[in-house]
DNA sequence: TCAGAAGTATGTCTGTTGGT
DNA sequence: ACCAACAGACATACTTCTGA
């Protein structure tokens, strides 16, 4: 394997306490003196991250991901970055890669997120096979024994889950039984259906919703994951979701089955 | 009892939205 | 650029109610 892909899987960066383990140093602290922080971290975190996000984080390793594509459709496009997140922090909270997809970028997709034919398909970036392995072992090492994992996305029904199930498919992995995939966008339509009234549903009106502050580049998977991790505490916060209903809303892999 | 109006349920079509 | 899901608008069918 490259070193490369080692040096950037596994890479822990600033983010890398959020949330649960900055909530436990914060013990002990009002929530006057959080919000009284000009950190964009501390400003994340008033009371609302305690009640199903602990919850949660204590009964399933809740992974937020997001992956960046040569496109849209996944029967003919290729993932060429994948980048998740473990709800839990601690130590190697954060998993990144970028991915050879083993056909060209086109141009307008480039635009999009700034990484282009030249950047990935080069010999020394993993294809997605080569990822897989690594991505097995990662996510069997934050996975509490018996516990299921979470995987949660904006749009993974339709787009994210979707293109990982299909390149499992394509290196003919199986998908780990007891993997589930959640969608941030059902959620965000539910919610907006709930206040009565009309708004965008999309990750960055989700962050300016929430008054989410963000740096990195727009439309990079470990900026969006980050994103996509502080939306999703607040959403099923405000929609008092319950263990249990986050659960039955979670899908298998094989309700992707449609991939071939 | 019958005709017509009103209300409800269901199906179809179209436009919008979300992801890169 | 593509695709699927969803919401809303609209049409149609059916049921219920009212008055003659």
């Not at 635009?111 to 990822?131: A, E, Y």
């Not at 580049?217 to 979701?241: E, Y």
């Amino acid at each position: 394997m490259s070193s490369i892909l080692r040096s950037s899987q596994l890479r822990n960066n600033v983010w890398s306490s959020f949330p649960v383990r900055f909530l436990k140093q914060q013990a002990g602290l009002s929530t006057a003196k959080l919000l009284g922080s000009r950190s964009c971290e501390i400003r994340h975190f008033t009371t609302q991250v305690q009640d199903l996000g602990k919850q949660v984080v204590d009964t399933a390793t809740v992974l937020i991901f997001d992956v960046e594509t040569t496109g849209f459709f996944h029967k003919d496009h290729r993932i060429i970055e994948f980048a998740l997140y473990d709800l839990s922090g601690g130590k190697n909270s954060t998993f990144e890669t970028l991915v050879n997809p083993e056909r060209t970028v086109p141009n307008h997709v480039a635009r999009v997120h700034n990484i282009g034919t030249g950047l990935v398909c080069r010999p020394d970036i993993p294809r997605f096979s080569d990822v897989i392995p690594l991505l097995l072992a990662y996510v069997r090492s934050r996975q509490a024994h018996g516990k299921p994992i979470l995987w949660v996305a904006h749009n993974a029904k339709q787009f994210d889950a979707r293109f990982l199930a299909q390149e499992f498919d394509r290196c003919s992995a199986p998908i780990p039984a007891d993997w589930l995939f959640f969608d941030t966008l059902v959620l965000a339509k539910k919610m907006v259906k709930a206040e009565g009234k009309k708004r965008p549903t999309n990750l960055e009106a989700l962050r300016e919703h929430y008054g989410i502050c963000s740096n990195g580049t727009a439309h990079r998977a470990m900026r969006d994951v980050m994103i996509l991790g502080q939306v999703f505490q607040k959403m099923t916060f405000d929609l008092k979701l319950t263990y249990k209903e986050l659960m039955n809303e979670a899908m298998r892999a094989s309700e992707f089955s449609n991939v071939s």
